[in-house]
């Protein structure tokens, strides 16, 4: 009678003892699935998503508190990228096509110099001092936008970045297969 | 021929060898051999687009309004992969301007466009390098480089960056690309027949260039005329114990670089490697022709033979045509179209890209204006659903498994399409080309390429933008902690003075000065290399902090 209970809870015990110190020895730093989310995040900053900033927003979705859907920059492909890493379902939505690149343009007459949007900045794309005119640095702009509700005089626009011969892609072909079966 | 048969190919003592798949077309190449080749004439606007080759895209050295020359240099090349532009014809530069090109997305392109005068007077050329037997071989290079030459057999690959694998990468074999497998274009075959001396020209100088043992010159056998002249040639020049004149069966799509090395040599291009890599060099006859002119003449690239044909041109032949030339005036030349083309193409018509309209300009690598009529390209209908019928992989080049790349293409899954190495893929057609369910494969193909490399950048950028943004909180943390560490430091300083006697309530307006200056110093020194001193307070200071640092 005592021996099998005996042997079972020498054996919980031996095991109990392993998981507790396999769980400070090897004990992980952060969350490895928010780095990975993070990953996939287009990085914009913008904080479209209700969160303020990628990493947050990779934070809420590791916790499993908000939809893989919320990026908008990110489009279609960042949520199958997302559903595919965390082996939730594809959200079907409209209007998550392709996602055009914008870049930040500061109306160089009416810049008073202010830093507002400087500092709103989130990668310092946008150069300048205190009452001196500023400068988008395009190559460094996400198009993130959160420069423009910043601007006390209404200087900052976005402008979508144009298609050339070396950004173009081929479009998905057009003429899908008709019966698929 | 039977696959037994091709393999025992023979073409005098040499062994061929024979790539997986490939397919048998119509040649339709009598169709532009039946006139003589003719130069086209002087257009009266030369469109030079600033991108005509792989790489960066060409920065123009001329102004509008200035008055260039034939062979001019307008515009020089940005970085090591890239290629100079020269003007084709005197005249005055009108304009630097986007317009449109032959490209498949139909968009406009920068380009230099020249008013020509007619006159064609030309600039000073280069010095010929006669004896480059005896010359830095980093000179031949540059010659090349100068005189803007790229590869002319579609790729438009600058040619200097390939004749320079570097010292690491022994090249034994030339293989000289006179295929020109893709049916109805004859440029490359008139170019043999005609000018086959230049031909062992060139060969001789790449034979020199590239320190090479052996130089195969691989052309189709339906191609008599070309092979006589080349062998005829060879056989009156000192090349003939190091050079092969080879014929090679007619089989699409033998033309593509890996696949004529694997039928001359036996060799494999690894995925993901150049030639370069099993000791091999390809360049295309047309090439090797303007590299001795360039070396010999000190020519640079800026005319080209081009064939314009299609059952929608009255009069198809092959054409000598500046470069920049638009395409609608050289169909006008050729007697225009004799029926509306169902399809214009520039290139040939299984790998050419379709264009969307006739005003575009004739670049280097055009070697083709195709105008087909309805009866040549039927339009296939509505693609049907994939029946897995396996053709397409029984006759891909590359050895792929289309019908997987298209299934994931499909699905837009491209890491999957990745693990079937779809860039390894070269387009050829030949899967669409047998697919009985006409599905566009070449289009899912092309369309899974374009958008892996569009998310392969945006990884970038994204990686680069979460490296900036971790600065900017890295810096503004701390900004704050000096900040606080001010703010206690100034607290304590007042919390002891009172206790301290040393400092006397000055009624002397300069000891007040004196002992401020002492106490600044002595701040100073404390604070060592942390020196730097608020200016303002409020949310301005940061910023200044953050600009001084920077």
């Known amino acids: ?181 | 021929m039977s696959p037994v048969a091709l393999l025992n190919y023979k073409s005098r003592e040499r062994q061929l060898w024979r790539f997986h798949g490939g397919i048998h077309i119509p040649d339709e190449k009598a169709l532009s051999k039946e006139r003589p080749a003719a130069q086209a004439p002087i257009p009266r606007f030369l469109v030079l687009p600033l991108q005509q080759h792989i790489g960066a895209i060409a920065k123009p050295k001329v102004a509008v309004g200035d008055r260039v020359l034939a062979g001019q240099r307008i515009a020089d090349p940005v970085g090591y992969v890239s290629a100079a532009i020269h003007a084709s014809s005197s005249g005055v530069v009108v304009a630097i301007e986007d317009r449109p090109v032959a490209h498949p997305s139909g968009l406009p392109a920068p380009c230099i466009v020249i008013e020509t005068d007619g006159e064609d007077a030309a600039v000073e050329q280069l010095p010929p390098i006669v004896d480059y037997r005896h010359v830095e071989r980093a000179l031949l290079r540059e010659r090349i480089r100068e005189c803007g030459i790229v590869g002319l057999g579609g790729a438009t690959f600058p040619t200097s960056v390939k004749v320079n694998p570097g010292h690491d990468q022994p090249i034994e074999t030339l293989v000289i690309n006179g295929v020109e497998c893709e049916p109805y274009i004859t440029c490359d075959d008139l170019l043999m027949q005609t000018r086959a001396v230049d031909v062992i020209e060139g060969v001789r100088i790449l034979h020199h260039l590239l320190g090479v043992r052996a130089c195969l010159i691989g052309v189709e056998d339906n191609k008599p005329e070309a092979l006589a002249a080349l062998r005829m040639a060879l056989a009156d020049s000192d090349m003939a114990d190091c050079t092969e004149v080879v014929t090679i069966p007619t089989r699409y799509p033998s033309g593509g670089e890996r696949q004529l090395i694997r039928i001359l040599t036996g060799k494999e291009v690894p995925t993901d490697g150049i030639p370069a890599q099993i000791g091999v060099v390809c360049q295309n006859v047309s090439t090797t022709v303007a590299i001795a002119e360039a070396v010999l003449d000190g020519k640079p690239l800026i005319s080209r033979l081009v064939t314009v044909t299609g059952r929608a041109i009255s009069e198809p032949r092959n054409l000598l045509v500046r470069i920049g030339t638009p395409a609608n005036e050289l169909i006008d030349f050729c007697g225009g179209y004799r029926e509306a083309p169902r399809k214009l193409i520039s290139g040939g018509p299984m790998m050419g890209v379709q264009l969307a309209s006739d005003q575009v300009p004739v670049t280097k690598g055009v070697n083709c204006l195709l105008a087909l009529t309805a009866d040549e390209a039927p339009d296939p209908g509505p693609p049907l659903a994939c029946i897995r019928c396996g053709r397409c992989a029984e006759v891909c080049p590359a050895n792929l498994l289309p019908q997987q790349i298209y299934w994931h293409a499909r699905a837009k899954d491209l890491d999957k399409v990745q693990d079937y190495n779809l860039f390894d893929c070269i387009e050829c057609g030949c899967c669409a080309h047998v697919c009985p369910s006409h599905i566009p494969l070449v289009q899912y193909y092309r369309f899974a390429k374009t958008a892996s490399w569009a998310r392969d950048q945006e990884a970038r950028q994204a990686e680069h933008a979460r490296a900036r943004h971790a600065a900017k909180q890295a810096r503004l943390e701390r900004v704050e902690r000096e900040r606080q560490a001010k703010l206690r430091q100034k607290a304590e300083a007042v919390r002891d003075k009172p206790a301290g006697a040393g400092t006397a309530p000055c009624t002397e307006p300069k000891a007040a000065i004196e002992a401020a200056k002492q106490r600044a110093a002595a701040k100073r020194a404390a604070a060592g290399q942390d020196a730097a001193a608020p200016a303002q307070a409020g949310a301005v200071r940061p910023e200044k902090e953050r600009l001084t640092q920077d």
């Open chain 1, 1 to 181: 009678m005592f021996a099998p209970v005996l042997a079972l809870a020498t054996l919980a015990a031996a095991f109990g003892l392993l998981l507790g110190y396999s769980a400070i020895r090897f004990r992980v730093e952060g969350d490895p699935i928010a780095d990975q989310i993070d990953s996939l995040l287009p990085q914009t900053q913008c904080g479209q998503c209700g969160y303020p900033g990628c990493r947050p927003y990779a934070e809420a979705l590791a916790k499993g508190e908000t939809e893989i859907d919320q990026c908008t920059p990110g489009g279609e492909a960042t949520m199958l990228a997302l559903a595919d890493l965390l082996g939730r379902e594809p959200v079907v939505g409209e209007g998550r096509e392709e996602v055009q690149r914008m870049v930040a343009v500061i109306d160089e007459q009416a810049c008073i110099g202010c830093t507002l949007c400087q500092q709103a900045c989130p990668v310092d794309a946008i150069v300048g001092a205190a009452r001196n005119l500023h400068g988008v640095i395009e190559r460094e702009c996400t198009g993130c936008g959160l420069c423009v509700s910043p601007c006390p005089v209404e200087c900052v626009r976005m402008v979508p970045i144009p298609t050339d011969t070396r950004a173009w892609k081929w479009p998905y072909p057009a003429r899908v297969v008709s019966a698929s079966r």
